[in-house]
């Protein structure tokens, strides 16, 4: 896998899974994050943002949207140099089933645009392409201000695949604010992103 395709691949790693909740948690929710990519195939330090609505269709399945946009400093590479980025807009539509007690398994299917970008002398490395995201996983609350998630996901795009396992943390402030932390870790990269999530 190229830098770009890594680079995309790892920002559809950052899209996160928690849209499904304990009863009694919003399905509707803005969530704001910062995100930072670590890949394997160079040091180069790699970070941006991204943004996720969430909006429940009824009590087992919800409505995803996500935007995502990093970006890395510039380096040199084969004797070339400049910076590379990548956005990412993905549609999926996900279903949850309760497991017991406060655990759920949730699964998701999205679409998701890629876009890569060059600056400097990678500048003609232009790319894009439409593809798939097959998401599983299960989270639980181990207390009223705690979550925790873990979940696998599955991407097709850029005539590649990738499998990536990420975590999730959740401190629920109250019933309208939560702060999160996720690592994400796959063949290409490490992803480590944090926020805010509003419910509405």
């Not at 680079?7 to 909740?21: D, V």
């Not at 399945?61 to 910076?83: A, K, P, Q, T």
């Not at 500048?123 to 798939?132: I, M, V």
């Not at 499998?163 to 490490?190: K, V």
């Amino acid at each position: 896998m190229n830098g770009f395709r890594m680079l995309a691949a790892a920002c559809s790693i950052a899209m996160p899974l928690h849209a499904a909740q304990a009863a009694g948690l919003s399905y509707d929710y803005l969530d704001l994050s910062y995100i930072r990519i670590e890949p394997d195939e160079f040091d180069v330090d790699v970070d941006g943002f991204g943004a996720e609505v969430s909006a429940a269709l009824s009590d087992r399945c919800f409505l995803l949207g996500h935007f995502s946009r990093v970006e890395s400093e510039d380096f040199s590479l084969g004797g070339l140099s400049g910076s590379i980025g990548a956005q990412t807009l993905a549609a999926a539509l996900g279903a949850h089933h309760a497991l017991g007690g406060s655990a759920d398994v949730v699964g998701m299917a999205g679409i998701v645009y890629q876009e890569a970008d060059g600056n400097g002398d990678f500048a003609a490395l232009e790319d894009d392409d439409t593809g798939y995201a097959l998401r599983l996983g299960v989270r639980g609350q181990p207390t009223g201000a705690l979550e925790l998630q873990g979940f696998a996901t599955y991407l097709d795009i850029f005539d590649d695949s990738e499998t990536s396992i990420a975590g999730r943390a959740l401190l629920h402030l109250g019933p309208r604010f939560a702060l999160f932390g996720e690592y994400a870790t796959s063949d290409d990269a490490d992803t480590l992103a944090g926020g805010v999530r509003v419910n509405f």
